[in-house]
């Protein structure tokens, strides 16, 4: 395949660095770290408490407030784009304070006290107040929590201590929305019952960061006295410098741009297949659930085969999903395809994205360089789904499929050169 | 890399997590059992506003449709109160739904039904409250209208976004027929027309069907893109939509077809702030009214004169009263039925 064959170089250095100048092959045994094992449960318990509410926020800000979501719609897209930009700026943080911990602990704390302020809210704003607190405090704790797992991994084993990672987060996410519905279930109007029991879990999730992860060093090295300080604005500028990073901002903000909503992507098979509307939303569990469940299994292969190489063909499951949906047959068994496809994409991307970063970020700067490619992925899939509804309503759902499928196979092609030879000089720890 | 050594296995931070894990776990298990209880003694209780017995149909005189949001049994169920006394008793007619409207003979029910997967239905029943034929909706219902014929139906619902795909909130309008004949399909796909030139925005939404009097075919609606809100009229044969007025909301065409009461957005912000407004469609003068509460409710005519509107109650989260409001501009709003919500008049 072309794919493989132009990235096998790519692959090999990717498998020589991460083993900081030992052999390519892994042979350092796969010992699972705790502290990450902890970090996941966090995430598991901070996505159920999450994820409950996001779940049933729409049926409770239209059927018992009585309030439009259009404006919130709105709102929540500002608030997106304010998370993905405060995930950089947390990440220098944390650089600077070289205790990620902390940040991390501020951010989880953050979405905490949101949910606090839930079990008051009444009108719009209060609401707003909140749900822009949670995600903020999301933006917040994701670039010092992967850096966290990246120096508590054995660096041979990176990708796969962040499946192990995405794999709990998962399962939390997965959890979320069905505990919320069914309390909604029990009792109808029970939305305060899902809001304690989302604080519920978000406490004990902040409690097992607080109390069972230690609070590693990472950033800027405690030794070495510091160098004379760099200025707020230069970090990016640096980044950018830093061989391969910059390379794989580039790649991944192209094939972000390229990826468009998974939400589309189920209008799209809802329309052709018009089955039946009330399994929409298991749509989402099923490529849920097989994100968690490969989430370990494509980690271990990014370790051994090379992270670029299942970065990027992560993107070829997403491109066949395309295609599956531009087909002009109908059925169940191409959406089934669909949903294992979109589920591969994002257990091949997600934690491997992360890895891939932190592999080619020096630790002094490991939280910004994550921060950055995390900011870059969701500015650019933000664009990518403004800029397919305007394709859907100028060329059609199948056509517009075609189109952004023609240019992610180039990004796909092209990306291995882009990203050929990255991580030459730079090595983890 | 610095890796300082964390005793995991430090004994008084498992005794303190565990601890505040158990007693987390117990607050929240017993507000959620406590939760359960309340519902369940409401759900039991008396009704906080006075029910008739009896009334397996609906009324022979004109009356009110409405959302009964009283506590106690009954809640959320479709309720009648007849035109002539809107604060007697109500009448219950066993049947949940979210939003409602009628005419003599039928009902129109948008609900949710609950459950691991929650869905979200559209049904239709005669008036001995026996369903006719019910179909699933793609969203949390918003608005519903029947033609006065009771032969078509029109559902707005708000389909949203995934918590993983993030992006907002978008609305379907459907218009379709009650016996289960072919619909239109999402409005957002006819022609919309602006000043005389066909728009094909990207970001179009529909919403706020209003038949003309005595039509199926010829509607009025809400159509927005970027930012911007057209009151459209539109044709279900055509499959056109026009755009006729601009910033109006959720119309609802007068019982003499003169005129369109809808709501306006007067805050220009990101949160709305609807008032009330009413347009003369032969001259095109648009009248402010006196409400400056905030209304997000399809506006429903109680007579040429006279409109309808739920406002959700400040005191007490899901109930509401309805609200009458005259259409000159002086008017001040009174109470008409309380603990109800969704107003439909069957005349």
New interface residues.
């Given amino acids: 395949m072309y794919i493989s064959v132009s990235d096998r170089n790519g692959g090999k250095k990717d498998g020589h660095v991460a083993g900081g100048g030992r052999t390519r092959r892994p042979e350092t045994r796969f010992k699972l770290s ?1 502290t990450i094992v ?1 970090l996941g449960v966090v995430s598991m318990f901070t996505d159920i408490s ?2 409950s509410v ?2 049933i926020l ?2 409770y800000i ?16 500002i608030n ?1 784009g304010a998370s993905a930009l405060v995930r950089i700026a947390a990440g220098w943080a944390s650089d600077r304070m070289g205790h990620p911990k902390r940040v991390a602990l501020a951010g989880y704390g953050l979405s905490m006290a949101a949910r606090i302020g839930l079990l008051f809210a ?1 009108g ?2 209060s609401l ?1 107040a909140i749900i822009t607190g949670d995600r903020i405090g999301k933006g917040i704790r994701t670039a010092p929590r992967d850096a966290l797992i990246t ?1 508590s991994a054995q660096p041979e084993h990176l990708a796969r201590h962040f499946g192990v990672h995405r794999m709990l987060d998962n399962i939390g ?1 997965a959890t979320g929305p ?1 505990l919320a ?10 939305y ?2 899902v809001f ?2 989302s ?2 879990f978000a ?2 999730g902040v ?2 960061l607080a ?2 992860v ?5 950033g800027r ?3 070495g006295k510091d160098e004379p300080k760099i200025p707020a604005l230069s970090f990016r500028w640096r980044m950018l410098r830093e061989p391969g990073l910059g390379r794989l901002l580039i790649v991944a903000g192209i094939l972000g741009l390229l990826t468009v ?4 992507i189920y209008l799209v098979l809802q329309d052709k297949n018009s089955f ?7 749509l ?1 569990v099923g490529t ?1 659930l097989v994100f968690l469940v490969l989430a370990v299994p494509l980690g271990r292969l990014a370790d051994r085969w090379g992270k670029a190489k299942v970065f990027i063909s992560g993107h070829a499951a997403l491109l066949a999903c395309y295609l599956l949906t531009a087909m002009p047959f109908a059925g169940i068994g191409p959406t089934l395809g669909c949903l294992v496809l979109l589920g591969v994409f994002y257990a091949a991307t997600d934690g491997v994205l992360a890895a891939l970063a932190s592999q080619l970020t020096p ?1 002094e700067r490991l939280a910004t360089g994550i921060g950055a490619a995390q900011t870059v992925v969701a500015v650019s899939r ?1 664009a990518a ?1 403004a800029g397919f ?6 060329l059609g759902p199948a056509t517009a499929m075609v189109v952004v499928g023609c240019m992610l196979t180039v990004a796909v092609l092209a990306s291995p050169f882009i990203l050929n030879g990255i991580g030459h000089e730079r090595r983890v ?1 | 890399m610095t890796r300082r050594r964390w005793e995991t296995d430090g004994k008084l931070r498992w005794v303190i997590l565990l601890v505040l894990t158990v007693i987390v776990i117990a607050g929240a298990g017993t507000y959620a059992a406590q939760a359960f209880q309340r519902f369940q003694a409401a759900s039991l209780a008396a009704s906080s506003a006075d029910i008739a017995s009896g009334g397996s149909s609906l009324p022979d005189q004109p009356f009110v449709l409405f959302r009964n949001t009283a506590s106690g049994v009954g809640y959320g169920q479709a309720a009648t109160v007849l035109l002539s006394a809107p604060g007697a008793e109500r009448t219950v007619g066993g049947v949940a739904c979210d939003r409602v409207y009628g005419t003599s003979g039928e009902v129109m029910c948008l609900r949710t039904n609950r459950g691991l997967v929650t869905s979200y239905e559209a049904a239709i029943y005669d008036r001995n409250w026996q369903e006719i034929r019910s179909w699933a909706l793609r969203g949390i219902p918003s608005r519903t209208r029947l033609d006065e014929a009771g032969s078509t139906a029109a559902t707005t619902v708000f389909v949203t976004g995934h918590s993983y795909a993030g992006t907002g909130f978008s609305t379907e309008t459907v218009i379709s027929p009650v016996d289960g004949g072919p619909g239109t399909g999402s409005l957002e796909d006819f022609a919309l027309w602006v000043n005389g030139a066909q728009v094909s925005p990207a970001d179009r939404n529909i919403w706020g069907v209003t038949f003309l009097p005595g039509q199926a075919d010829s509607f009025y609606a809400t159509a927005a893109s970027n930012g911007r809100i057209w009151l459209v009229e539109g044709s279900v044969s055509s499959r056109k939509l026009t755009a006729v007025h601009d910033g109006a909301e959720c119309p609802s065409v007068s019982p003499d077809g003169k005129r369109i009461a809808f709501k306006k957005n007067m805050a220009g912000t990101v949160t709305p702030l609807w008032n009330i407004a009413v347009l003369d469609i032969s001259t095109g003068t648009e009248t402010l009214l006196a409400e400056t509460r905030n209304v997000d409710d399809q506006v429903e005519w109680l007579d040429n004169s006279t409109l309808l509107y739920g406002l959700g109650r400040d005191d007490a989260a899901g109930d509401s009263d309805i609200w009458r409001l005259g259409t000159n501009a002086e008017s001040r709003p009174e109470l008409f039925i309380q603990h109800a919500w969704s107003p439909s008049v069957v005349r």
Avoid: C, K
């Fill in positions: 705790h902890w999450s994820e996001a779940a729409p049926l239209t059927g018992f407030l009585g309030l439009s979501v259009i404006a919130f719609g709105v709102l929540d897209g997106q009444g719009f704003w707003t120096v996410a069905l519905f069914f309390v909604l279930m029990l009792i109808p109007n029970g305060s019952t304690v029991v604080l519920a406490v004990i409690a097992v109390l069972l230690p609070d590693l060093r990472a090295p405690r030794s909503g998974d939400g589309f039946a509307v009330q399994w929409f939303p298991l989402y849920n630790p933000m789904s509804g305007i394709l859907w309503f100028a720890a």
